[in-house]
């Protein structure tokens, strides 16, 4: 037998195996909404303690998000931080349907500065003049669309839309926007105020809510490790991985969501009005 063909079984092999190493110990690409990340970090964490397989953890607004792994072809794991994301996610074909998993819920509140300098209580409070309010910017952040939402199904998008004064490019920038008091009131998720002493949280009106929201992940089309990916997944809906959703504030099961809007939907997806970028300026 010729060295070569001694070589060749041994060569085969030794890729073999170092694919199999790579499955297991390789890494995983995920985008994901703001909304998320507290958990997201420390679950990324302890999966690679557990596991050795490294997380890489890109945070935007959900839209944001969902256009770069769009434009760059890339990207494993998509979690954005409202149902209307993903929808559109799937209708791209960006995602398997079949892996599409729901991590943690999410409730939309009124944030103020801390003391509430301007007594805001309700969601009309809003619209009085002399409040100034910022939300997300609708065409690319969860909280964004789901402002309009709420505001437009209450009757109140033309009368507070003269006081949004900023669009933020993303949660964490609203929660920032409030706790600086840059503004007197930012439409945000609850997790939003975690860790925040600086920041009050105003509960809305159960029937004011018409849609709660849940962050989600899926496997997406161009996931070049889909076993580590899909572990992963699991993970984040494991006993362990709800554990820590639920030490950052997360809500975990959609009854305990629906204490805060009984009658509202979960999922769906919300299409802006045709007039809102007029109604904002």
Not at 61 to 78: P, R, W
Not at 111 to 135: M, Q
Not at 223 to 239: E, H, M
């Amino acid at each position: 037998m010729t060295l070569t063909k001694f070589l060749l079984p041994i060569t085969i092999l030794l890729l073999f195996v170092g694919g199999c190493a790579r499955e297991e110990t390789g890494t995983v690409t995920a985008f994901c909404g703001s909304a998320s990340k507290p958990a997201l970090e420390e679950a990324a964490a302890t999966f690679e303690q557990e596991t050795g397989i490294r997380v890489y953890l890109n945070f935007g607004g959900s839209g944001t998000m969902l256009s770069q792994m769009k434009l760059g072809k890339s990207g494993d794991i998509y979690l954005p931080a409202s149902p209307d994301y993903m929808s559109l996610a799937e209708k791209d074909g960006i995602v398997a349907p079949d892996s599409m998993t729901i991590v943690a819920y999410l409730i939309p509140v009124i944030l103020v500065p801390a003391g509430n300098p301007k007594n805001i209580k309700t969601l009309a409070d809003l619209a009085r003049p002399g409040v100034t309010v910022a939300i997300g910017n609708p065409e690319a952040v969860s909280i964004g669309r789901y402002a309009v939402e709420i505001l437009e199904r209450n009757d109140l998008l033309d009368e507070v839309a003269p006081n949004i004064v900023t669009l933020a490019e993303n949660v964490s920038k609203l929660a920032s926007l409030v706790a600086l008091k840059s503004v007197d009131a930012v439409l945000a998720w609850h997790v939003s105020a975690i860790d925040l002493d600086t920041v009050e949280i105003i509960y809305l009106e159960p029937e004011q809510i018409p849609r709660l929201s849940y962050i989600s992940g899926a496997v997406t089309r161009f996931a070049l490790n889909v076993a580590s990916s899909q572990k992963f997944l699991d993970f984040l809906v494991s006993p362990q991985g709800q554990d820590i959703f639920r030490k950052w504030g997360y809500i975990t099961t959609e009854s305990e969501a629906r204490k805060f809007a009984p009658g509202a939907w979960i999922g769906g997806e919300y299409r802006l009005p045709a007039d809102y970028q007029s109604l904002l300026k």
